[in-house]
């Protein structure tokens, strides 16, 4: 007999009290319910039942094995069940949340090309600055932007973050046009709650300058902070994937291309325990290979 199968029949009768009510569950006959316990206990040279004509029980020993063998065919089950999914295609739904500037301008565009691998999965997006509770809130991944605390969660890094500093032809034409990053203290900039008055940092070479920007208004939203920028009222600190199209449009003009700003590392982030099923398997890979190759903003870096 199949130790496997033993396990199973013994599991089963442990469970439905009796022999006779295993048989039914099992769909074969009491004696054969028997002969499959009997063989478990030849193999381990012990008693698993204490049998009357009235009732059973587990022995000691019973007691601590029927554990065991519960947990063995729990992770064949699953075992089983991963490999029956990874032969079918993604389906079902997938909740995504994202920053609101990244969701808009990147991830959205991107989605049809994900939709075509996997027409089946019905995408729930929120876009949201909060760093939200992925477990919690019931999320299957998250892209998130900046540091990572050590968590619950697995972290697959993505390209960085890149940034770039822009103003509209009118300001830079009331205000002049700044030939070096250190002239920003005597410009006006619209920030971004809440990094609003974080310092910026540039670098160019050995040359370092670390700039306090004199906010003259700070709003919650990057595309408020670009508005904002093209109407004349400040320069900005924005990520590149915000700004391109304008810049190549005119609209912007970007100040400092030489120097480098800050990359703030961005990453994909689910739960460990979270079942591999092939639509979140489907997505993962999808992320990595459509963000993780260039840091973002550089394929769309205009020529200067």
């Known amino acids: 007999m199949g130790l496997f199968r033993s396990m199973q029949v013994f599991v089963t009768t442990v469970q439905e009290g009796s022999m006779s009510a295993a048989s039914v569950k099992l769909g074969i ?20 039942l204490n049998r009357t004509t ?21 992770r064949v089950a699953i075992t089983d069940q991963d490999a029956e999914a990874s032969q079918t295609k993604p389906r079902g739904l997938l909740r995504i949340t994202a920053p609101t500037t990244f969701g808009a301008e990147v991830l959205m565009p991107a989605l049809h090309r994900y939709r075509k691998l996997a ?10 600055d909060r ?5 919690e809130e019931g999320f299957d991944i998250a892209i998130r932007i900046g540091e990572l ?28 046009n700044p030939g070096h990053p250190s002239e920003l203290s005597g410009h006006e900039t619209i920030g971004f709650t809440p990094a609003a008055r974080s310092p910026w940092k ?7 300058v ?32 915000l700004l391109t199209s304008d810049t190549q449009a005119g609209l912007l003009v970007r100040l400092f291309p030489d120097w480098h700003l800050r990359e703030r590392p961005m990453s994909l982030i689910y739960h460990r325990d979270r079942r591999m099923t092939p639509r979140l398997r489907s997505i993962i890979a ?11 903003g550089q394929a769309y870096r205009p020529a200067e």
């Open 54 to 74: 009235r009732r059973q029980s587990l022995t000691d020993f019973g007691m601590s094995y029927v554990e065991q063998c519960r947990d063995i065919l729990e």
């Open 149 to 176: 605390p050590d968590s619950r969660l697995i972290a697959r890094h993505l390209a960085p973050y890149r940034m770039m500093i822009c103003a509209s032809p009118d300001y830079l034409e009331r205000h002049g």
């Open 119 to 128: 027409p089946d999965v019905t995408l729930d997006i929120t876009l949201t």
């Open 202 to 208: 540039l670098s160019k070479g050995k040359d370092e």
């Open 210 to 241: 670390e700039v306090v920007p004199k906010t003259a208004i700070t709003v919650n939203s990057g595309q408020a902070v670009r508005m904002a920028a093209r109407a004349g009222l400040g320069v900005i600190m924005q990520p590149s994937i």
């Open 286 to 296: 999808f992320a990595i290979a459509e963000f993780g190759a260039e840091p973002v």
């Open 131 to 135: 760093n939200v509770d992925i477990v």
């Open 29 to 48: 006959s009491p004696a054969m319910v028997g002969q499959h316990v009997a063989a478990l206990e030849e193999r381990l040279g012990t008693r698993l």
